[in-house]
């Protein structure tokens, strides 16, 4: 396995860092979120504590939606 040395700006570092979820190396957040299957709201949850919150609302959001029929 080949590696490489990446600068990253201060800022960028502790987002990156805050992402980080036990156990896991840079290098596995980096393919986490870089990896297009990754985009549901299962796998930010995570990242984004308040990802939650909004899976709840669009939950209520969508026992309240209603549909109306088309001739």
């Known amino acids: 396995m080949s590696t490489k040395t990446v600068s ?3 800022t960028a570092y502790d987002k990156l ?3 980080k979820r036990e156990g896991e190396s840079f290098s596995d957040v980096v393919e986490r979120i870089t990896d297009e299957k990754s985009q549901s709201l299962e796998d930010l949850e995570g990242s984004y504590p308040q990802i939650g919150e909004v ?3 669009l939950k209520n959001e969508r026992k309240d939606f209603k549909t109306r029929d088309f001739e």
Request: hydrophobic share 20%; proline share 0%; net charge positive.
């Open 55 to 57: 899976k709840e609302q």
């Open 17 to 19: 860092k805050g992402m």
């Open 8 to 10: 990253l700006r201060k």
